[in-house]
């Protein structure tokens, strides 16, 4: 599968902004999607995943009550609802797919990325 994140850009504090990850394939609804960040100098962080049909869903704490993941298996899209953003959310933004049965929380059980999107908060 192949993927293409986009959605981002510059928005101040307090702001929102929504990501999108379109995927090719007839074979979406079998992944696992999760969204992962990396800022500058620091490691690839897990964001926020969700299971196959979209039942269930889990965040990293630092964006629980925030961000709000969803997908859409008739469009092969999953998408990334980011409120009351911060400053300390700016990064690039990934989406990855995994043909696991749970939503992992580090990136190395994910088959596929997208080439990311750059997210940032100015204060």
């Known amino acids: 599968v192949q993927l293409q994140a986009s959605g981002g850009g510059l928005v101040r504090a307090g702001g929102s902004l929504r990501l999108s990850c379109a995927a090719s394939?007839?074979?979406?609804?079998?992944?696992?999607m999760g969204w992962f960040r990396q800022a500058p100098g620091k490691e690839r962080e897990f964001v926020a995943g969700?299971?196959?049909?979209?039942?269930?869903?889990d965040y990293a704490d630092s964006v629980k009550g925030r961000f709000a993941i969803s997908r859409d298996n008739a469009q092969n899209t999953v998408y990334l609802q980011m409120n009351s953003l911060k400053p300390e959310d700016t990064a690039v933004y990934y989406c990855?797919?995994?043909?696991?049965?749970?939503?992992?929380?580090?990136?190395?059980?994910?088959?596929?990325w997208g080439q990311g999107t750059q997210v940032t908060v100015s204060s």
């Open positions: 990855a797919a995994d043909l696991g049965l749970v939503v992992p929380t580090t990136p190395g059980p994910y088959d596929y």
């Open positions: 394939g007839r074979t979406f609804s079998h992944y696992v």
């Open positions: 969700i299971n196959r049909s979209g039942g269930r869903t």
